[in-house]
């Protein structure tokens, strides 16, 4: 048996792992669609097929973004509260924060997480499709 605040710090770690992660492949996935504009055009067109899952990646670091901002405003916010409300900043009490704000940055976190696996799965059929039907070729 683990104490309650080991399966805590075990979230914060994969969280924060998956995070990086996510942010990462958003990154490799912007490449590599890069790779695929068509350079016969006059204006490098990527293909169609792949502005979805360009949108997605741009929307998992604006997600991504989302999620540190919201956190920052309200861990600021409950921590200025609370150090105004004890008037003492060299008190450090134990406090319980409510639930509800958690959920903002976990919707971000889950949204950039589907965000970034939808990108992919377009993107797996993109190449899938070039690769071995020779459908959707330029």
């Known amino acids: 048996m683990n104490k309650l605040s080991e399966y805590r710090e075990d979230f914060y770690e ?23 504009k068509n350079e016969a055009k006059p204006t490098h067109m990527i293909p169609r097929e792949l502005i979805l899952p360009s949108a997605l990646l741009a929307l998992t670091l604006a997600f991504d973004l989302l999620q540190y901002v919201a956190a920052t ?6 921590q200025w509260y609370h150090e105004r409300r004890i008037g003492d900043t060299t008190k ?9 704000l958690k959920w903002p940055q976990f919707v971000f976190f889950v949204l950039k997480i589907c965000a970034v696996f939808l990108a ?4 797996t059929v993109f190449i899938a499709r070039n690769m071995w039907c020779g459908v959707g070729k330029n």
């Open 73 to 78: 405003c309200i861990w600021g916010v409950f």
């Open 92 to 100: 450090d009490p134990e406090l319980d924060a409510p639930s509800f």
């Open 120 to 123: 992919y799965i377009l993107i």
């Open 14 to 36: 994969f969280s924060g792992k998956t995070s990086d992660i996510a942010r990462k492949l958003a990154f490799a996935g912007i490449a590599l669609i890069w790779i695929f």
